[in-house]
Nanobody, 123 residues
Framework: VQLQASGGGLVQAGTSLRLACTAS????????MGWFRQAPEKEREFVAA????????SYSDFVKGRFTISRDNAKNTVYLQMNSLKPEDTAVYYC?????????????????WGRGTQVTVSS
Protein backbone atom coordinates (compact mmCIF):
# COMPACT_ATOMS: atom_id res chain seq x y z
CA VAL A 1 0.00 0.00 0.00
CA GLN A 2 1.23 3.47 -0.85
CA LEU A 3 -0.27 6.87 -0.22
CA GLN A 4 1.32 9.65 -2.25
CA ALA A 5 0.61 13.15 -1.00
CA SER A 6 1.25 16.08 -3.30
CA GLY A 7 0.30 19.69 -3.92
CA GLY A 8 2.11 21.46 -1.13
CA GLY A 9 4.13 24.60 -1.61
CA LEU A 10 4.94 28.11 -0.49
CA VAL A 11 2.03 30.52 -0.75
CA GLN A 12 0.93 33.84 0.66
CA ALA A 13 -1.71 34.22 3.33
CA GLY A 14 -5.20 34.40 1.93
CA THR A 15 -4.52 32.19 -1.07
CA SER A 16 -5.43 28.58 -1.78
CA LEU A 17 -3.81 25.19 -2.31
CA ARG A 18 -5.22 21.80 -3.17
CA LEU A 19 -3.51 18.75 -1.77
CA ALA A 20 -3.96 15.34 -3.32
CA CYS A 21 -3.48 11.90 -1.82
CA THR A 22 -3.32 9.17 -4.42
CA ALA A 23 -3.53 5.61 -3.20
CA SER A 24 -2.19 2.39 -4.62
CA UNK A 25 -2.81 -1.00 -3.12
CA UNK A 26 -6.11 0.03 -1.59
CA UNK A 27 -9.35 1.62 -2.71
CA UNK A 28 -9.99 4.97 -1.06
CA UNK A 29 -13.74 4.36 -1.16
CA UNK A 30 -13.27 1.35 1.10
CA UNK A 31 -11.24 3.19 3.73
CA UNK A 32 -11.73 6.10 6.04
CA MET A 33 -9.32 8.72 4.74
CA GLY A 34 -7.92 11.57 6.76
CA TRP A 35 -5.60 14.54 6.55
CA PHE A 36 -3.42 15.44 9.48
CA ARG A 37 -0.70 18.02 9.87
CA GLN A 38 2.37 18.49 11.97
CA ALA A 39 4.16 21.75 12.57
CA PRO A 40 7.71 21.89 13.95
CA GLU A 41 7.87 20.88 17.61
CA LYS A 42 4.14 20.13 17.70
CA GLU A 43 2.08 16.98 17.79
CA ARG A 44 0.40 15.66 14.68
CA GLU A 45 -3.13 17.02 14.63
CA PHE A 46 -6.32 16.13 12.86
CA VAL A 47 -7.41 18.33 9.98
CA ALA A 48 -10.18 16.58 8.04
CA ALA A 49 -11.57 13.15 7.26
CA UNK A 50 -14.01 11.42 4.98
CA UNK A 51 -15.71 8.15 5.84
CA UNK A 52 -15.62 5.11 3.63
CA UNK A 53 -18.56 4.36 1.35
CA UNK A 54 -20.92 7.16 2.40
CA UNK A 55 -18.32 9.92 2.34
CA UNK A 56 -19.38 11.82 5.44
CA UNK A 57 -16.85 14.56 6.18
CA SER A 58 -15.54 16.00 9.41
CA TYR A 59 -13.19 18.87 10.18
CA SER A 60 -11.22 20.33 13.00
CA ASP A 61 -12.52 23.63 14.30
CA PHE A 62 -9.55 25.58 13.05
CA VAL A 63 -10.15 24.67 9.39
CA LYS A 64 -13.92 24.42 9.32
CA GLY A 65 -15.29 26.68 6.63
CA ARG A 66 -11.90 27.07 4.94
CA PHE A 67 -10.86 23.52 4.01
CA THR A 68 -12.81 20.89 2.12
CA ILE A 69 -12.01 17.20 1.88
CA SER A 70 -13.30 15.24 -1.09
CA ARG A 71 -12.77 11.95 -2.83
CA ASP A 72 -12.53 10.95 -6.49
CA ASN A 73 -13.14 7.23 -6.64
CA ALA A 74 -12.23 6.99 -10.32
CA LYS A 75 -8.80 8.46 -9.63
CA ASN A 76 -8.48 6.70 -6.27
CA THR A 77 -7.52 10.04 -4.80
CA VAL A 78 -8.56 12.14 -1.83
CA TYR A 79 -8.21 15.91 -1.97
CA LEU A 80 -7.90 18.68 0.57
CA GLN A 81 -8.91 22.03 -0.82
CA MET A 82 -7.44 24.72 1.41
CA ASN A 83 -8.74 28.26 1.06
CA SER A 84 -7.99 31.45 2.97
CA LEU A 85 -4.71 30.04 4.16
CA LYS A 86 -3.11 31.48 7.26
CA PRO A 87 0.50 31.41 8.46
CA GLU A 88 -0.58 29.09 11.27
CA ASP A 89 -1.57 26.52 8.64
CA THR A 90 2.14 26.03 7.93
CA ALA A 91 2.97 22.35 8.51
CA VAL A 92 3.71 19.06 6.86
CA TYR A 93 0.41 17.58 5.77
CA TYR A 94 -0.07 13.83 5.87
CA CYS A 95 -2.80 11.66 4.49
CA UNK A 96 -3.79 8.45 6.18
CA UNK A 97 -6.06 5.50 5.53
CA UNK A 98 -8.04 3.68 8.19
CA UNK A 99 -9.66 0.30 7.69
CA UNK A 100 -12.68 1.25 9.73
CA UNK A 101 -15.56 3.64 9.93
CA UNK A 102 -14.96 5.43 13.20
CA UNK A 103 -12.26 7.22 15.20
CA UNK A 104 -11.09 9.04 12.09
CA UNK A 105 -9.97 12.01 14.16
CA UNK A 106 -7.46 9.87 16.04
CA UNK A 107 -4.21 9.23 14.22
CA UNK A 108 -3.35 6.13 16.21
CA UNK A 109 -6.14 4.19 14.52
CA UNK A 110 -4.85 4.69 11.01
CA UNK A 111 -3.36 1.74 9.17
CA UNK A 112 -1.39 3.52 6.46
CA TRP A 113 0.32 6.88 6.06
CA GLY A 114 1.81 8.82 3.21
CA ARG A 115 5.11 10.69 3.48
CA GLY A 116 3.62 14.14 3.74
CA THR A 117 3.77 17.34 1.76
CA GLN A 118 5.05 20.67 3.08
CA VAL A 119 2.72 23.64 3.16
CA THR A 120 4.24 27.00 4.01
CA VAL A 121 2.08 30.11 4.28
CA SER A 122 3.82 33.46 4.43
CA SER A 123 2.26 36.53 5.97
Amino acid sequence: VQLQASGGGLVQAGTSLRLACTASGLTVKGYGMGWFRQAPEKEREFVAAITRIGGTTSYSDFVKGRFTISRDNAKNTVYLQMNSLKPEDTAVYYCGARNGGSMLQNSQYYNYWGRGTQVTVSS
